[in-house]
């Protein structure tokens, strides 16, 4: 899946059933459904799966939480726009 289908699977569609559990979960945050996709990060036990898990909870304003997931995932915690960090991921996956 490109991330042009990916991305308007998000806005007018459905996803593939065959969709990743990451694409899954930053489906279900972009149509609105965080705690959905928060399920869906938390069941990934990798190091992509913590980066989505660090994302929600930023998203969600939690910082402490999501800096605990950044770490989780070796990474540094986006200082810019949450839709930034949304696309960035969201490209990474359908690459």
């Known amino acids: 899946m490109t991330y042009a289908e990916f ?3 998000c806005t007018h569609g459905m996803l593939p059933g065959d969709a990743s ?3 899954r ?3 279900e945050d972009r149509r609105g459904d965080w705690d959905t996709a ?3 990060a938390q069941g990934i036990p990798s190091r992509d799966g ?3 898990h660090a994302y929600l909870h930023r998203k969600e304003g939690d910082i402490g939480n999501a800096n ?3 770490g989780r995932a070796n990474v540094a915690a986006p200082a810019g726009p949450l839709d930034d960090e949304w696309e960035t991921l ?3 996956f359908t690459a």
Request: hydrophobic fraction near 40%.
């Open 25 to 27: 979960s930053l489906y």
């Open 68 to 70: 605990y997931w950044y």
């Open 7 to 9: 991305s308007t699977a």
């Open 50 to 52: 913590s980066r989505v």
């Open 38 to 40: 928060h399920t869906i």
């Open 90 to 92: 969201a490209r990474e």
């Open 21 to 23: 559990p990451l694409l």
